[in-house]
């Protein structure tokens, strides 16, 4: 049997975003010779640690167990030297998260999950140094009084605002996270970027590792047999000469992914301290203008970047469903203050 990856991953200290793949395990058995004719339900029960027979028909239902590749019902009869694998996403073992009264934005709750709008600096998931004040200990109040359990679908990291789908269930964790597996479910993203990006729209190629140089960092590679492929698809919202407003829509779910790509090709979003963006990139050399990117820096003091919109296939209605969270305070009044500052410039150039 092979088990990648613990549940608390080993993480970047203050930013706990982690990769897509990484927020699922992965089993895979060889079955013996001389096995004697079993249920697959019952052999994987009595083979994955903590896991209950319940879980896993349900995980053969949404066709997360395979046998030779091909999914099987959790009826299936194993054979000597079947190869069984699984990846299904991760469920909380002998983790306790205490419930705390700390305030939630929720977009949306019904049965099957709740969305809810993660304000900067709240990490997502217990853990590294962050053991109380995270939105699961947030979520487990707010459940308690109905006893209904929580289940991590993705994460966002700690200095991102914006949407996130936390599930009720088993059943609708499986559904979910297979959409956020397969890149199927949808994600538009805000970020306030350095520089006058030279086209309108475009799109981002490159493998995103961890940096050999600094493991709280990742980066680009060039080579084909480093990092995990990811892509990003960008668009211009609004310029303001020295930064540009863009949205992005992922493709695939890396750490850091659009941190990482902006600043790739030169980009780096607004006050990003962990890839370069926290000094001034871009600008004049005036002291009034230092002073301007200070202030800014000041009321957003964090990596200018949200998840603006969040799209997927209800587990239970089957329906697509987007939700929405609003530009938080700090990111609306920092553009306001470009506003003013590249209309102030234009006028005094003319």
Request: hydrophobic share 35%.
């Amino acid at each position: 049997m092979v088990s990648e990856l613990p549940y608390d991953v080993d993480l970047p200290l203050d930013d706990e975003q982690t990769d897509e793949q990484e927020m699922f395990e992965h089993f895979h058995f060889k079955v013996d010779k001389g096995q004697s004719p079993i249920r697959i339900d019952k052999y994987l029960t009595s083979r994955i640690e903590g896991i209950s027979r319940n879980r896993i028909q349900l995980a053969a239902d949404a066709n997360y167990v395979l046998v030779f590749g091909k999914p099987v019902k959790s009826s299936y009869q194993i054979k000597p030297e079947d190869d069984i694998s699984i990846v299904m996403p991760y469920q909380r073992r002998g983790v306790e998260i205490l419930p705390e009264n700390i305030p939630l934005a929720i977009l949306h709750e019904d049965k099957a999950l709740m969305i809810i709008d993660k304000s900067a600096g709240m990490v997502v998931h217990p853990g590294h140094g962050n053991y109380s004040g995270t939105l699961l200990n947030a979520v487990a109040y707010h459940l308690q009084a109905t006893k209904e359990n929580y289940f991590l679908v993705h994460r966002i990291d700690k200095d991102t605002s914006g949407a996130l789908v936390v599930a009720k269930t088993d059943e609708s964790q499986l559904f979910l996270a297979k959409q956020f597996f397969h890149h199927t479910s949808k994600r538009l993203y805000v970020a306030l970027v350095w520089g006058n990006m030279k086209d309108d729209e475009g799109t981002i190629e490159g493998n995103i590792g961890r940096d050999p140089n600094d493991r709280l960092r990742f980066r680009v590679f060039k080579e084909e047999d480093k990092g995990r492929s990811a892509i990003t698809h960008y668009r211009v919202l609004e310029r303001f000469g020295y930064v540009t407003l863009v949205e992005c829509r992922l493709e695939t779910g890396r750490t850091h992914q659009i941190r990482v790509h902006m600043n790739s090709i030169g980009h780096p979003l607004f006050n990003d301290e962990r890839y370069g963006g926290d000094t001034v990139r871009k600008g004049t050399l005036f002291a009034k203008y230092k002073q301007f990117i200070s202030n800014c820096f000041e009321i957003m003091p964090r990596q200018a970047l949200h998840a603006k919109l969040l799209g997927f296939v209800h587990p239970i209605t089957k329906k697509e469903m987007m939700f929405e969270s609003p530009l938080p305070a700090d990111f609306t009044a920092v553009l306001e203050k470009w506003r003013n500052y590249s209309t102030t410039k234009i006028e005094q150039e003319i």
